[in-house]
């Protein structure tokens, strides 16, 4: 194989953005929530599954170790999307993502080579969106992660215009990974809050970006979409068909809901070798990236087996495997 091996999704876990909520009004209503949306059998799961994989999410050796046994030469690390918090104010989020920008920064730090880092951004007060931004590249990182949404506000939103902007001239990468699920209760049991609730939140985030024409005005945003991006690349000819015969689905997008997807790029992380040859073949084998959701439970502790799993050509396979990424990643 030639060129690295590059995984672009991978987390890090920031002891001092929990420290720095602890005990803050909101936490504790936000927390509640999450309960109730994952359910009391999922949290049992969940507590004991975090705390096992400490080491693997904040120690920088232990990190490089998981990588050589996976065959990855090069991560690309975001914070775990739990230290979003978007329930909090404005002077507390500043707090959050400074915190969650200088560990990430700190943690890359030990290994350049080898490791890529995201900050992350108050989605709940856009008025700091483009400072986060800022901030994060400041330090070095390689742009932002981001959820599929805020409380009240979706990606569509005209208040993240400046964002958008701002990514698009900086040339940014932007992670969009979901945390939690708003169908709420309805999937409190058997872990559905992420079994069907992240490709859920995937679809309707891309779908939004889609439909309300921010990807016409921004073409050339940098943006990833975790999960193979859920559920709307296989499912990508219903959004087509609806933009052709309804004059409300397409009045704010100037194309085809498809080709925007070749626009953007998605991790592998699907689970199924099937479905990731569809979406090789839905968005093209440019715009797939290798992705293994380190060191969580519902990643995969072998990205490189899954990709050749799905039997790619070795074009393809190599572009997937690393080629695309160290493009997506290269400074100009």
Not at 18 to 44: F, H, W
Not at 181 to 194: I, K, P
Request: charge should be negative; aromatic fraction near 6%.
């Amino acid at each position: 194989m030639t060129g690295p091996t590059v995984d672009v999704h991978a987390h890090v876990l920031i002891p001092e953005v929990e420290a720095a909520v602890a005990g803050l009004p909101g936490l504790a209503e936000a927390q509640a929530l999450d309960a109730r949306r994952n359910g009391a059998a999922s949290l049992a799961v969940s507590g004991p599954m975090v705390r096992s994989i400490v080491p693997k999410a904040t120690d920088v050796a232990v990190r490089l170790a998981a990588m050589d046994a996976q065959g990855v030469d090069v991560q690309l690390v975001s914070p775990s999307p739990s230290h979003y918090h978007y329930w909090a104010d404005e002077e507390t989020a500043e707090k959050v993502y400074r915190l969650a920008g200088e560990a990430t920064a700190a943690h890359c730090a030990q290994s350049p080579d080898r490791l890529r880092g995201l900050g992350i951004v108050p989605l709940q007060h856009p008025s700091l969106a483009v400072r986060a931004l800022e901030d994060a590249l400041d330090q070095g990182l390689s742009g932002v992660e981001i959820s599929s949404h805020a409380p009240g506000r979706e990606l569509s939103d005209p208040a993240y215009e400046p964002l958008w902007t701002r990514a698009e001239e900086r040339g940014a990468i932007l992670f969009l990974h979901p945390f939690g699920c708003t169908l709420d209760e309805r999937l409190d049991r058997w872990y559905l809050s992420n079994v069907v609730g992240q490709p859920v939140e995937n679809a309707v985030a891309l779908s939004h970006l889609i439909f309300s024409g921010v990807l016409d005005r921004h073409p050339g945003l940098k943006l990833i979409a975790a999960h193979g991006g859920g559920y709307l690349p296989t499912h990508i000819g219903r959004s087509d068909h609806a933009w052709s015969a309804r004059s409300d689905a397409g009045a704010g997008c100037a194309h085809p809901p498809s080709s925007y997807l070749k626009r953007l790029w998605f991790d592998s992380l699907v689970h199924d070798p099937y479905v990731l040859r569809e979406l090789v073949r839905v968005v093209g084998p440019d715009r797939v990236l290798l992705g293994s959701d380190y060191p969580f439970d519902m990643g995969t502790g072998d990205p490189v087996g899954a990709l050749r799993a799905a039997r790619l050509p070795d074009p393809d396979f190599h572009a997937v495997r690393g080629g695309n990424a160290a493009a997506l990643l290269r400074k100009d």
